[in-house]
């Protein structure tokens, strides 16, 4: 790995706080961060896979409705993280600067947006579930299993705006072990509420789907009422009733700015995955099996670098609000040296286990062969995504947010989709075309992302943020201050 070894030029100088003002110790180390955040969110993933799996003892069709009726949820899910990611960068800035009050306006603004965006999410999907899931297509005999899920689940959605506000915050605050541990609590409750639900557990009757959904509703609920807990006792915010009803459009904007572009790219990643997969799709049954188990594992060895690369993001959040450039250069070279390791050894293993991983999925012949394949040749296209995982985030974290999302767009439209229709359809070279796309793009992305961050050309946005921070911080202290 001698490639990502620093070799910057003299030290760049920062930008101190105001005189006078005492400088707030920040969060120093990756893995402390990292390893909760991996934790959090493999539970997530598992959520979703325990809920299809202890949905499917009802029947097929009903786990086939509850997974279109989540395609909605996630939807709206994502519209609200846009906000948590651009107020966990934001609220860094602030922490780095010395600046808590500011955190704190940051913390309250977000989650008063998140909690109106999920009041209206939740109407929508109450009162229009049948619409919007005759809109997706489903099948008229697995509505009485999806109409009902969604409707509850979807009454519930501002429970979940909230959850992922407060946890962005907590996370900001380097708060990751108690939000991995919150995350523990829901999935016990969830898991627990399924069985009572499903099986009558405690002479209970059997509630089905209905019950499935009250059971991830009420999770949720006990998870925001402990985050908010953990919100005012160990980091400290008090989120005052008024701020719900006097948003700050200054914050909010500062706010979109770093998380709108995230949300972008995220759009856009999975919109290209869509058409990608629909070229599998004419492949046949057995590439489209393989692909769909093959993007199942990977997804797995993705939270490693993933995990590392919002650890990144916290620290140089926290670093460029202390005007402390030159370490945030260095941490990113530190942080990217560490994932990409990690990838490697990752991917080997399971490179090297495939056989026995595949046949756990599937016991045809062409799937098990091209399944194993892939997952052997996931070295070439995890070490390269590792880039993309890790460097985005420091440019998240450094304001330079837009760079990423232009990029994004041009590597996933220009060199993905194109390669793979050429590759997989046109070439004849089927699934192992797809797969050779998709590492066009994720090498092609991640080594300009790299290269931006070698040659510092986010360092005027980094200095720009820093500078916002630090007028805001005097502005609000008073000339007497």
Known sequence: MTELRDASPAPLNPAAPSAGTPQRPLPQRLLPLAWPLFIEQSLHILTGVVDTFMVSFVSDGAAAALAVANQLVIWFIIVFNFIGIGAMVVVTHHLGANDRPGADRVASTAIAVCTWLGLIASAV????????????????????????????????????????????????????????????????????????????????????????????????????????????????????????????????????????????????????????????????????????????????????????????????????????????????????????????????????????????FSRDPTVLALGTLLLRLSLVLESGRTFNLVVINALRASGDARFPFYMGLLSMWGVWVPLAWLFGLQLGWGLLGIWLACVCDEWFRGLLMYRRWRQRRWLKYAQRTQARVGALRDAAAGPGA
């Open 125 to 360: 999907i109450a009162l229009a579930a049948a619409p919007l899931l005759r809109l997706l297509q489903l099948p008229a005999d697995l509505m009485p299993y999806a109409q009902p899920f969604l409707a509850v689940v979807g009454a519930g959605l501002v429970i979940e705006a909230v959850n992922l506000a407060i946890g962005s915050v907590l996370r900001a605050h380097a708060r990751t072990r108690e939000v991995m541990v919150v995350s523990v609590l829901q999935n016990v409750i969830n898991v627990i509420g399924n069985a009572i639900a499903l099986f009558g557990w405690f002479g209970l009757p059997q509630y089905g789907v209905v019950g499935v959904a009250v059971s991830t509703v009420f999770s949720r609920a006990v998870a925001c009422a402990v985050l908010w807990l953990l919100l005012a006792h160990r980091a400290g915010v008090h989120v005052r009733l008024r701020a719900f009803f006097n948003l700050q459009r200054e914050t909010l904007g500062r706010v979109l700015h770093i998380g709108a572009p995230a949300a972008g790219e995220n759009i856009s990643w999975w919109t290209a995955f869509m058409v990608v997969t629909s070229f599998t799709a004419r492949m046949g049954e057995q590439p489209l099996a393989a692909h769909t188990y093959w993007m199942s594992i990977a997804g797995f060895m993705i939270l490693f670098s993933s995990s590392i690369g919002m650890a990144t993001e916290i620290l140089v959040g926290h670093q460029v609000g202390a005007g402390q450039f030159e370490q945030a250069y260095k941490l990113l070279l530190r942080s990217l040296r560490t994932a990409f390791g990690v990838a490697c050894v990752v991917a080997l293993a399971i490179g090297a286990a495939a056989p026995w991983i595949m046949s756990a």
